[in-house]
Structures are given as C-alpha cells and as structure tokens.
C-alpha cells in the first residue's frame, strides 16, 4: 500500500504517453491540414475515429485505476479529513521515499505520500479527472486532435496528484509546473482561432509570473528549514525567524494567487473560457485553482506563523469574492458566469484560511469541486445542444433537456448555499470561521472587510445563480436561424439530450454535489446559516422580481449604470494593458528598431563597404590589355619624372 502514491501518479503519467505515441498506430495521420478545412477521404476519417476509441481507452483506465487507488487510500484511513471538522484528529501517512537528489547543499527527497489532507484532495483530482475524460468522449467526438487533448489531460491528472501527494517542496514544484505548461495546450486546444491561442498564452504568462513568487518563496523556506522535507519544514516553523515566515509566505502567496486566480492575478480564468467545456471542469474545479488553496493548507502552520500575510490573503480575498460575483452577474456567456463563479468561490476558501480554518477551506474546496465540475458539464450540454455560449441565445430549455435542467438546479443550489446540498454545509462552516475571526487571528479592521464582502457576497451569488438559471431554462425559446443547407437537404434540430458518455458523469457528479455535505457530520451554525440562506433567498428573489416583470429583457438591468463596469470586470484587464502590455510592447518594438537599424545596420554598412572598396578595385580588373600596358607605361613615366625631379 505504501506504493500507492506513486502508482496513482504513474498510471495517468504512463497513460499521456501511450496516448500520444500508440494512439495512431499503425495508422499515419493524413499530410492534408484537416483544420484548414481541407478535404478528408473516407478512409482517413475511419482512420482518425479509430485512433480517437484507442486513445479514449488509454485515456479512461489508467485515470479508473487511479482513481480507485486514491479511494482506497482513502478509505484506510477511514476519510480521515472529515473527522477535523469535528476536532483535532490524529492522521498517520501511506507512503515511501525512492531516494534522494544531491544538490550540493540541501539533497530533495523522492517522497511521495498520503495523508488524511492529500488523500482525500487525491480522491477528487481523480473522479473529476474521470468525468472529465469519459465526458469528452461525447464532447469531442470526431475532433481530429481528440488523441492528443486526452493525453494532455492524462498529463494534467498526473501532474495535479504529484502535486498532491509531494512530501518534498521541489518535487511538489514540479507537478505544479507541468500543469502549468498542460493548461496551456488544453485552453490552447482549438488554437486556429487567435482568441483561443492568446488566452492560453495569457494564462500561461500570468501563472509563470506568480510561480517566480512561488519558487524563491520555496527556497527561503527549505534553505531556512534546512530541508525542502515538507514534514521537515513544518517542524522546524517554531524555530524560524518571524520575518522569514513573512517572507517566505509572502513570496509563496504570489504563486497561490497566480494558480488559484486572486487578485491581483485573477485575469486569466476568465479568458481560459476559450478552451473545450471539459478542460474549464477540468480547470476550475479540481486542478489547477485548486493546487493553490491545498498548498496553503499543506503549508499551514508556516502562513499561521505569519500574521501580516493572513491579513493580506484576507484583503485579497474580500476584493476578489465581492469584484467576482459582481462581475458574474453581468456576464451573457454562461461559461465567463460559472468562470468568475470560480474566483469568488476561491476566494471564499482564502478567506477561511485568513481567517484561521484550514479544515473550512479544504472542506469547501471538496464541495465546490463536484458542484463546479457539475456545472462546467452541464453548461457544455447546454452549449453542446444551442450551439452558443451565449444566455441570450438560450431559453426555455427545461423541457429540452429535462436531466441537464435537474441536475444543473442542484448544481446552483449548491452554488447558493441553500440547505440541503453540499454547498450549504461548507459555506457555513467557511462564514463561521469568518465570524470568529472577528474577535481572533486577524486584525479587526481586515476580519471586518473579509465577513462583510463574504455575507454580500452572498447574496451577490444567489443573484447571479439565479439569473443564469432563469435565462437558460426558462422563458421562451430562442430561435437561432440555422445556415442554409446544401440543395436537397432538410433543416435538422437535434432536440435530443446530450449523448450518455456526457449524460452520466453529470448525472454521477450530481450526487456529490447534493449529498457530500452530509460526509463532514452536518455540523451547522443556525445563526449564521440562517443569516447566508436569508441573503441567498433575497438575492434570487430581487433577481425573479426584475425577470418576471419582463422575461425577454436582461435582470441584469438592476445594476444600471455599474453594469457596464461589473461586464467588463471593473476594467483590471484594461489597466494591466496601459500600464503592463501597451510599455511592453512600445520597449520591444524599441528594442527591434535597434536591433535593426543599430546592430543589423552595422552589419549591413560594412557589407556595403566592401561592395563598394571592391568595386574600385575591379575597375583595375577588367580584363582591357590596353589599359593595363597604359597603366604600366604611367607608372614608369612617373617613376620616371620622380627620379628625375627628386636627384
């Protein structure tokens, strides 16, 4: 058992490479580019669907595999996590170390492990990575690049579970890089088009510029502890200087923010939307925006031995889940609502960890894990049967899509907090601990800021769960006109769910996403929770009221004049453009010209040069044998009158 660890992070490993390698064979991928539109035989297109089934295969068994390894690990320790809610629990570990790296100073241990923390983050990277891969069988179903998506996303798991289950702070670095680098490729998917390629260039950008954060806050806290051991680190916290703790944290913090998109690096999950629906479930529920919340908590000790960087997470978290929501409820894409959802969501589990409860957090990551996956499923079954992200293209699909109306409903009930879904338990157990911050670690004038944001926040998020509800299920259909067919062609509408391959994993996940609260013992307090559900129910009801009054018109009317602000996401991005890109770009246009007229200059005008110094001496090669015998007789004549005038 001490292996499973390592076996969890092999097979999706091993998976990624067998689906790019073995995929297509024996078969070679025709020379025409299929993405150009360029015309497909018969025979290709059976070749492309037969390596899309092998890589479907190697994808989902190994990620099966894993997944029941990282359930089993699991279930020894009897779901240990659960048991902190209720209060400190003792957790022993499954794992081994394979040996160490010499550095030349601190030696980085191969250790992987599984705690009562990672297993049980390791059993929800692996069931969403699931759904995700059986998902995409349906979803991209015919896509010519559908081999190499699933491996990536194999890649992606492998990394996460590395991540996971690091018991070194370097070997944990690399998992948190190679998802880096897989995010890319998977928001880059559909790269022909160019937004599609600049979000993934963006995302990749902005995540690089927190991991450099990230990595010397890595450094300062292993080259303190004298190991980059996390157990070791962790033991050594009581003894470090309170400025490094700060430090370290500090720089730890810019990394955190940069995955799990806090403010001030929050801009790309927005525009990550750009990617196939799969890899935004895959993104924002248990990968990526996850990895930064888990290393907090992993790290937790040190960030509570670091008061001055609660405070900030807490500020950072009370912009973000207040900004976020806000700019959900004006958003008309269904997949940016459920993107800046994310955000908010993520703060709300930042602010738990300012606020001094790791357990919270972790607890509300789980939940919002299977709710959020639930939704990015259901959004693409949507967007999968209208063919448009867009709510206002949507409508009066409750009788259309009967299991993906139920299924999303529980999905933004969970959203909202309302009583008896997942969600209700664990944001009552987030805004607890945001409540006895008030008079605990946090200084009052941050823990005020963070409950305050948090209860309208609250609300905020019952507005915007509702109004996306409403505009995509209710009201009256809309009517997108089709392009005309080809001669001799009827117009086809699919009224049809989603095939199974999408229908299941939602259907699946829609059990966590209602019952999973119960799994932390359903320790509630009423207050507080009477406090959430009431600012819920009042956000969705202000929301109702501007619907019903006119169904066809936006209720996102009711922000009036801040709902262009609120759409445009209080304008960060242009911001960071006037201030960042637009120098960025006048400097590297600068460093061009230079390089062009400057140093290429130089070498161009010495070529010239020599052009024109050759082109001097070759008047006196010309080949004319009469000029030469002139130019023999000059000379002695004046060699001639030299010796004649000078002896």
Not at 450 to 458: N, R
């Amino acid at each position: 058992m001490n292996s499973f660890p390592l076996a969890a992070v092999l097979l999706p490993f091993l998976a990624a490479f067998a689906g790019l390698l073995l995929s297509r064979w024996p078969h070679r991928r025709p020379a025409h580019d299929l993405a150009q539109g360029s015309g497909e035989a018969p025979a290709d297109r059976s070749a492309d669907l037969a390596a899309n089934r092998r890589a479907a295969w190697i994808a989902v068994l190994p990620t099966a595999a894993s997944s029941v390894l990282a359930l089993w690990m699991a279930w020894s320790q009897g779901f240990a996590f659960f048991d902190r809610l209720e209060g400190p629990a003792p957790s022993g570990a499954i794992g081994q170390t394979y040996g160490s790296i010499g550095t030349g100073s601190i030696p980085i241990s191969l250790t992987l492990q599984a705690d009562d923390l990672s297993a049980i983050v390791g059993v929800l990277v692996t069931l969403v990575a699931l759904a995700v891969q059986v998902y995409s069988v349906g979803y991209l179903k015919g896509d010519p690049r559908y081999p190499s998506y699933s491996a990536f996303i194999s890649l992606f798991t492998s990394a996460m579970l590395l991540v996971v289950y690091a018991g070194d702070l370097l070997v944990l670095y690399v998992g948190w890089e190679i998802m880096g680098l897989c995010s890319y490729l998977l928001i880059g998917h559909w790269w022909e088009d160019r937004a599609n390629s600049r979000a993934a260039v963006k995302a990749f950008l902005v995540t690089r510029l927190g991991d450099v954060g990230f990595l010397f806050g890595i450094f300062v806290l292993g080259m303190s502890a004298g190991s980059f051991q996390i157990s070791t680190v962790l033991a050594k916290v009581p003894q470090l200087p309170a400025g490094t703790l700060v430090a370290a944290t500090m720089l730890l913090l810019a990394g955190v923010a940069g995955k799990s998109a806090q403010v001030p690096l929050h801009t790309w999950l927005p525009d990550a939307m750009a990617g196939p629906t799969p890899i935004s479930a895959l993104i924002h529920a248990a990968t990526m925006v996850a990895a930064g919340i888990f290393i907090v908590a992993r790290l937790y000790p040190a960030f509570l031995g670091a008061r001055p960087t609660l405070d900030v997470l807490a500020v950072i978290a009370a912009l973000g889940m207040l900004g976020a929501a806000l700019a959900a409820l004006a958003q008309d894409d269904l997949k940016r609502v459920l993107a800046y959802s994310t955000v908010s969501q993520l703060a709300y589990m930042a602010g738990a960890l300012a606020a001094g409860s790791d357990t919270a957090a972790i607890f509300h990551l789980l939940t919002h894990g299977a709710f959020k996956a639930l939704l990015f499923l259901c959004a693409g079954a949507v967007i999968h049967h209208v063919g448009s992200n867009l709510m206002g293209q949507m409508g009066g699909l409750r009788r259309a899509l009967p299991v993906t109306f139920v299924t999303m409903t529980i999905g933004f009930a969970a959203l909202m907090g309302l009583p008896p879904t997942s969600g209700f338990f664990s944001k009552d157990a987030v805004l607890t601990a945001m409540d006895r911050a008030l008079s605990g670690s946090l200084t009052d004038a941050a823990a005020l800021l963070l409950y305050g944001c948090a209860l309208a926040t609250v609300a905020v998020t019952g507005a915007y769960a509702t109004r996306a509800w409403l505009r995509t299920f209710f009201g009256e259909t809309r009517v997108v006109a089709l392009p005309e067919p080809e001669p001799g062609t009827a117009h086809v509408v699919d009224t049809r769910e989603a095939p199974p391959t999408m229908l299941v994993p939602i259907v699946l996940l829609s059990v966590p996403a209602l019952l999973l609260g119960f799994a932390g013992g359903a320790h509630v307090d009423w207050s507080v929770a009477a406090i959430s559900v009431v600012l819920a129910l009042l956000g969705a009801g202000v929301v109702y009221a501007f619907w019903r009054s006119d169904p066809v018109a936006d209720p996102a009317r009711l922000l009036g004049p801040f709902r262009v602000p609120c759409e445009r996401a209080f304008y960060v991005d242009t911001v960071y453009s006037v201030l960042f890109v637009r120098p960025v770009l006048v400097l590297s246009r600068l460093v061009v010209q230079t390089d062009d007229v400057v140093v290429d200059g130089a070498v161009r005008g010495s070529g010239r040069s020599a052009r024109g110094l050759s082109a001097v001496l070759r008047l006196a090669q010309n080949g004319n044998v009469q000029l030469y015998v002139s130019g023999v007789l000059a000379g002695v004549l004046l060699i001639v009158v030299g010796a004649v005038v000078f002896t």
